[in-house]
């Protein structure tokens, strides 16, 4: 009888062929099994270093819009110190002319007061005539009134002659009264001018310097906050570096894998920005009024009409270096005061930021309805085509222009925009 065509003795060599290849199946089974679950492992810890990175970041981005309450407030009692400081300075400089004003009228008064000692000196003189004239007179009866008379009403005198001594006398004495009193009241009026203005003037000018010490010590802070936040937006960059070499590995795992990959959590870098929404069509353009104010295009989203009406509403409003800081309502605006007020006009910034706060603000690059040009010295915006800006106004405050282009080249600023906007 043959034998089967698949029957072999165990030792054959088809028999030890067939068993390696069982134990290389079974060999490979176990790798893939092992390799996926290391796998499984390597795609796990990134997730969790993943979350950890993601935490870290949502929590720097707490501080840095911390941060910037705590600048903006600053800029907004920076601005109020150099206010009252200028009033100080204002009112010292009003001393001052009127200290100058008493120093001038005390000359003055010095020089009447020689005036009037030299009048003086003349009606003595005049008068010490008189009497020698009569002295020296040859009349006989002058000589005897002036040796032997005992009482001016001698009826031997010559009644006119004596009068007219009479009246020159009283004159020099009345003279020598006014004199003294016009001198005492001239120099205690001239003298408590003098002394009370110099103690205004002084008192002015330490409170000056207090405002001066106060603002010294806000700005101080304020640079002590804007060095703190910058390291933190480094931080910031780190991790959102960290966050993507992450993401990347997590995807290639779970493509070598042949796991679909999640959709992956992305965090915003920026600080207070809004939510994101579907983009807006690129932009119509609004009309600058005769008047200076400008008016929506029709097609434009209720938060830019919005957005505009605000600027409008503080467009007649003076510069004032930190306007708008610390409280959107001031009595003038500067450039990131003037650009956050119309933002929260349209809903988009429940605070204020400075210039260096609004470039990290939003999301990157220009938008269809609203871009922000901002950079840690300057900051403007361009609302539905039209710049709201306090350059190029030569101080008058913010105002709409047609021309888009800022006092500085479009690159020297971070451009962002509202998302959807």
């Known amino acids: 009888m043959q034998p089967h065509l698949f029957h072999t003795k165990a030792g054959s060599p088809a028999a030890r062929l067939a068993a390696a290849a069982g134990f290389l199946v ?8 092992i390799g996926g679950k290391q796998a499984d492992a390597s795609i796990a810890a990134k997730q969790d270093a993943l979350a950890g990175v993601q935490d870290k970041q949502a929590a720097v981005a707490d501080q840095i819009a911390a941060g910037n309450e705590q600048i903006n407030n600053l800029i907004g009692q920076v601005s109020e110190a150099r206010q009252r400081e200028e009033a100080a300075a204002a009112e010292l400089a009003t ?39 009569v002295y020296k007179s040859d009349d006989p009866d002058m000589v005897k ?10 009826a031997s005198v010559d ?16 003279r020598v009264t006014d004199l003294r009193t016009e001198a005492a009241d001239t120099v205690d009026r001239l003298a408590d001018a003098k002394q009370r203005i110099e103690e205004q003037r002084d008192a002015i000018a330490q409170r000056q310097q207090q405002l001066a010490d106060v603002r010294a010590s806000l700005e101080s802070q304020e640079a002590e906050l804007a060095a703190a936040r910058a390291d933190r937006r480094q931080t ?3 991790l959102t570096g960290r966050e993507d070499s992450l993401q990347s590995g997590i995807a290639k795992a779970q493509r070598r894998a042949a796991i679909p990959p999640p959709i992956p959590e992305t965090s915003d870098p920026s600080v207070a920005a809004p939510s994101a929404s579907v983009p807006a069509p690129s932009g119509s353009t609004a009309s600058l009024n005769s008047d200076g104010s400008a008016t929506a295009p029709a097609d434009a989203p209720p938060q830019v009409v919005s957005a505009i009406a605000a600027a409008n509403a503080i467009r007649d409003m003076p510069y004032v ?5 610390g409280s959107f309502e ?19 910034l429940d605070t204020p930021l400075d ?59 971070t451009v962002r925009h509202p998302a959807g906007f």
């Open 26 to 33: 079974a060999v490979c089974a176990l790798v893939l099994l």
């Open 95 to 133: 001393a001052e002319d009127e200290l100058a004003a008493a120093e001038k009228d005390l000359v003055d008064g010095r020089n009447h007061l020689q005036d009037v000692r030299e009048q003086l000196h003349s009606a003595v003189d005049e008068l010490e005539k008189i009497l020698v004239g």
């Open 145 to 154: 009134l002036l040796l032997e008379s005992t009482n001016w009403e001698d």
């Open 159 to 174: 009644a006119a002659y004596l009068d007219r001594v009479h009246e020159y006398q009283a004159n020099t004495i009345q």
């Open 236 to 238: 910031l960059a780190s």
């Open 321 to 325: 270096w930190g306007g708008g800081h």
């Open 330 to 348: 001031s009595s003038g605006y500067d450039c990131s005061g003037a650009v956050s007020y119309a933002l929260h006009g349209g809903g988009f």
């Open 355 to 413: 210039s260096t706060g609004l470039s990290y603000w939003g999301e990157a690059g220009a938008g269809s309805w609203i871009t922000v040009y901002a950079n840690s010295g300057h900051t403007y915006v361009v609302i539905a085509g039209l710049r709201w800006d306090t350059s190029g106004t030569g101080g008058s405050g913010p105002s709409w222009s047609t021309s888009l282009d800022g006092y500085l080249d479009p690159s020297a600023y």
